[in-house]
């Protein structure tokens, strides 16, 4: 018997350590929402700011989880502990979900009972909530839908996964991978585990209306506010990647899943040549070589789904350059590689080029 969207049951936990400020916003979002069945849950993560009397100034119209600081990961390991429903949202205390948001996501759930998670688009907004025009992820670049089973183990960190605010999970596909390990994400990146470990265990939907405000007011945990190279933040990304290609590994292993002896992404490559030319006194992975990274971005292009042969020899192009390029050329090039705001004269022609692949699964470029 199927269920109907109204029937869905959708609880939105709010993630929050030291974000009062806006705090006030994600909660009237959250329990703002038109579908009628929603339960809305805040989890404070040892906040030290006024972000607990705010909390308990709504504790008629949401549930609340008070603990000590224990990081994302723990955070929300404890609030999909308290979740009864049939649909996981999670929202950072900084974001803020549009009405409608719920009702699409229990919509897109209905209609396919082999869904296991719905993302959406985002719009950026600056500390007081203005838009400030910008889109994520940007508008040139396709979200993939479907089976995405081969891509994720192929090279996952080249689609198109959106931050903690834009997801929702059916809720068995979430307990199946929870507790989210929190050794590997002490502090934020929680979210990397999520939604690429969920694409092994079902379906994905990308919804192309946007559903959520995106926050960034400089001091996000995760976000760089500048179109600028953070090395710092960069490290941190080969970390979390590093981390999640060992989970994704043992989860296809443990569901059976064909896959390759090594994930190799774009993207992450990328990252890995920036931080080794840039920095490579504290570059995290010391058996990182350029050519070695040259070589591997070869295999990585080979394996990218929805993208023109075009586009992957572009790909590589960059790494050669990056390999054999001054350090002051490197840096340029690594910065026009990560922001597209760069490039905007650019962008339409490597859209087009990704679209050539066919699929619609392709993302970083």
Known sequence: ?????????????????????????????????????????????GSTDDSREILARHGDRIGLILRENGGQASALNAGVEACKGDVVMFLDADDVLRPEAAARVAAAFAADPGVSKVQFRMETIDAAGRPTGE?????????????????????????????????????EALRRILPIPVAEYPVTGADWYLVHLTALLGRVVSLED?????????????????????????????????????ELLRLAAELGIEHPERILSVADLANR????????????????????????????ARRRQ????????????????????????AERLAALFMFPERRRSLNGLLGRLQRGGGNGTAAVA
């Not at 504290?282 to 990585?300: C, E, F, K």
């Open 306 to 329: 929805g993208v023109s042969a075009a586009m992957k020899l572009a790909f590589v192009a960059w790494f050669a350059a990056m390999a054999a390029a001054p350090r002051g050329l």
């Open 273 to 300: 040549m920036t931080s080794l030319r840039l920095d490579p006194s504290r570059h995290p992975l010391p058996s990182d070589r350029r050519l070695g990274l040259l070589a591997d971005s070869v295999r990585a």
């Open 135 to 171: 889109l994520k992820p940007a508008a040139h670049l396709p979200m993939p839908n479907g089976d995405l089973r081969s891509a994720e183990l192929a090279s996952p960190y080249d689609l198109v996964w959106m931050a903690t605010s834009a997801n929702a999970f059916r809720a």
């Open 1 to 45: 018997m199927s269920t109907s969207a109204s029937d869905l049951v959708v609880d939105i936990v709010i993630n929050n350590h030291n974000y009062g400020a806006y705090l006030e916003a994600a909660i009237e979002s959250a329990c703002g929402q038109t579908h009628r069945r929603v339960n809305v849950l805040a989890v404070d993560d």
């Open 210 to 246: 946007v559903g959520a405000g995106y926050r960034v007011h400089g001091a996000n945990s995760y976000e760089l506010e500048q179109s600028s190279i953070d090395l710092d933040h960069l490290r941190q990304a080969i970390g979390f990647a590093a981390s999640t290609s060992r």
